[in-house]
């Protein structure tokens, strides 16, 4: 009886990997029953029990080695190994059966990474947008990520930065764009290269993408410094001072062509609480009036260098409902009057007393701001 129990013991340890409490157990009454055996009965009858002991013993001293681990790894245990693998793959590999091969990365978004990549096809240099590990299994995200690809594949302007396509393959998303190379307009805020004749010749190219996008009916909701881009060698002598293909505008992840401001992957108001519309920070219905807005907060800070509203997150949205900045002269005097005054109707409280893009354009071609530095 007791070899049946001691081989049982054996088999269920060795098949079915019992724990290690189990084997400690297996090992001292294997130990206990063994050495009893040698004491009580002959060398000879004791040798079936001491063969088994050895056999328990070097189970029992395997199995801690990862070649046995390996082996007697229960199904859901290589399961969820596999699946960890899966999750920590590179970008690289994540777009390995794609037709690009990344070369570098070159940003990094609140949710998704942009990177220099070659379209194997036929070469061409393209940038590659891929959702962050965190977000992949996101569905809204998802759904908002190609949405954004969606309406800037409709879009074909020379001031929009474009898109070539998009697709899944698997868990894998991307959206394959033209690569822009140069300095987005925060740059050069930041860096003071900009004088008010450069500061009117960027805002009219943006102006122009934008009237773009509204004729189709699509709202971008996140005009900023950081979606402007300036290609490199955009800036030259002479009138105008910028190229006309130079300045991009892109982003185009919340644009949409419904009025509602809440299209989002955390129930919170999307955009930039810097330069989002009193309306739009209110999550009250919004149209082309709520771009017009960001738009003129984007010129403010052109003109001036500085932010029209600054705090904390909750001190900025008191500010865009309830407060009206000093004006663009009173921090520069040297700010034309004209520039002054649209700047000013352009961040209006009252959306219907902003003027239209049409207005922003004639007022940026005024005759007198002609030769201004």
């Known amino acids: 009886m007791i070899w049946v129990l001691l081989g049982i013991a054996v088999l269920t340890s060795i098949f079915v990997r019992a724990p290690g409490r189990m084997n400690a157990v297996i090992l ?34 395997i199995a801690g080695s990862p070649l046995v681990q390996k082996i007697y790894a229960v199904p859901h245990l290589r399961k969820l190994r596999a699946q960890a693998r899966n999750k920590v793959s590179s970008a690289l590999g994540m777009v390995e059966t794609l037709d690009y091969e990344i070369l570098e990365k070159v940003g990094s978004g609140g ?22 590990e965190q977000y992949v299994t996101d569905l809204e995200f998802i759904r908002r990520f190609h949405h954004e690809a969606e309406i800037a594949r409709r879009l074909d302007h020379r001031n929009i930065v474009k898109t070539f396509e998009h697709g899944t393959l698997g868990i894998k998303h991307f959206i394959a764009m033209e690569f822009t190379e ?15 004749e450069l500061s009117i010749d960027v805002m009219q190219f943006v102006v122009n993408a934008l009237q773009h996008i509204h004729s189709f009916g699509f709202i971008h909701r996140d005009i900023k410094p950081t979606n402007i881009m300036i290609l490199r060698g955009g800036i030259q002598t002479g009138r105008p001072r910028v190229r006309p293909d130079a300045v991009k505008l892109m982003d185009f992840g919340i644009a949409s062509r419904r009025v509602l401001s809440r299209l989002t992957t955390t129930d919170v108001r999307v955009g930039t609480p810097i ?13 082309h ?16 260098g500085q932010m029209a509203f600054q705090g904390g997150y909750e001190a900025i949205i008191h500010q865009q409902i309830f407060q009206t900045p000093p004006s663009p002269h009173q921090l520069n005097p ?8 649209l700047v000013m109707c352009m961040i209006a409280k009252n959306p219907t007393e902003r003027p239209t ?12 701001l002609e030769g201004i530095s």
């Open 28 to 61: 001292v009454l294997s130990l206990l029953l063994g050495t009893g055996l040698v004491f009580v009965n002959s060398l000879g009858r004791t040798t079936a029990p001491l063969i088994l002991f050895t056999v328990v013993l070097s189970q029992l001293v």
């Open 111 to 132: 949710m998704a990474n942009v990177y220099r990549a070659r379209r194997r096809s036929d070469d061409q240099i393209v940038a590659l947008k891929l959702p962050m």
């Open 182 to 196: 140069g300095r987005s307009l925060e740059g050069y805020i930041k860096t003071g290269d900009l004088d008010t």
């Open 275 to 287: 330069y989002m519309s009193p309306e739009q920070v209110r999550g009250l219905e919004i149209d």
């Open 289 to 304: 009036h709520s771009d017009i807005y960001s738009l003129g907060l984007v010129f403010y800070e052109m003109l001036t």
């Open 334 to 341: 040297a700010i034309p009057q004209v520039l002054d005054q």
């Open 357 to 368: 893009l049409d207005e922003v354009s004639e007022s940026l071609r005024r005759k007198d």
